[in-house]
T-cell receptor, first 112, second 114 residues
Framework: KQEVTQIPAALSVPEGENLVLNCSFT??????LQWFRQDPGKGLTSLLL?????REQTSGRLNASLDKSSGRSTLYIAASQPGDSATYLC???????????FGGGTRVLVKP | ETGVTQSPTHLIKTRGQQVTLRCSSQ?????VSWYQQALGQGPQFIFQ???????GRGNFPPRFSGLQFPNYSSELNVNALELDDSALYLC?????????????FGPGTRLTVL
């Protein structure tokens, strides 16, 4: 079973609608969870980092929640804009191995 | 801009060849991690270096090797290239190797193996 799962794999919404992106993970013993944005063929831009002791983080129109007990994180993007079109990836960091484990990403298209 | 650069941007090799990819970390960042991202998938951890020593490795064969230098640059070497090695290779630098140290990603090197 995948350690980190993101459903749906792709999402299309009209401009102005709120976006809800889901991330689930199998191991509740994570140290932090991070959300990234990736534009086509480009590297990753960190959006939000939630420490294991926190339940949510906010930055502008973005809000991410973390529920370790249920193994879920949700990224909310308010009032979506065409510029929000990108792939959004979640990843967690466990102490063992010092590595980020990524989900497969959700590809978002915001239509004007 | 994350301050992390990678070269080259694109690279085409043939099966069996060897390749070296380069990464320049942010100044002061002692940790560099390398990831492989196949098309349509999330990045997979290859290995991490902390102060020039390997500090963790993912499920990649020994033909994937790395080096980290004191000037905050690093290399990923892949020997005996296979078709499945075609991917975007990302490096990420961070201040340290703790889970609280944010990783800053470079733009990646797109490797195509024919």
């Amino acid at each position: 079973k995948q350690e980190v799962t993101q459903i749906p794999a792709a999402l299309s919404v009209p401009e102005g609608e709120n976006l809800v992106l889901n991330c689930s993970f199998t191991d509740s013993a994570i140290y932090n969870l991070q959300w990234f944005r990736q534009d086509p063929g480009k590297g990753l831009t960190s959006l939000l980092l939630i420490q294991s002791s926190q339940r949510e983080q906010t930055s502008g129109r973005l809000n991410a929640s973390l529920d370790k007990s249920s193994g879920r994180s949700t990224l909310y993007i308010a009032a979506s804009q065409p510029g929000d079109s990108a792939t959004y990836l979640c990843a967690h960091y466990k102490a063992a191995g010092n590595k980020l484990t990524f989900g497969g990403g959700t590809r978002v298209l915001v239509k004007p | 801009e994350t301050g992390v650069t990678q070269s080259p941007t694109h690279l085409i090799k043939t099966r069996g060849q060897q390749v070296t990819l380069r990464c320049s970390s942010q100044s002061g960042h002692n940790t560099v991690s390398w990831y492989q991202q196949a098309l349509g998938q999330g990045p997979q951890f290859i290995f991490q270096y902390y102060r020039e020593e390997e500090n963790g490795r993912g499920n990649f064969p020994p033909r994937f090797s790395g080096l980290q230098f004191p000037n905050y640059s690093s290399e990923l070497n892949v020997n005996a290239l296979e078709l499945d090695d075609s991917a975007l290779y990302l490096c990420a630098s961070s201040l340290g190797s703790r889970s609280t140290d944010t990783q800053y990603f470079g733009p990646g090197t797109r490797l195509t193996v024919l």
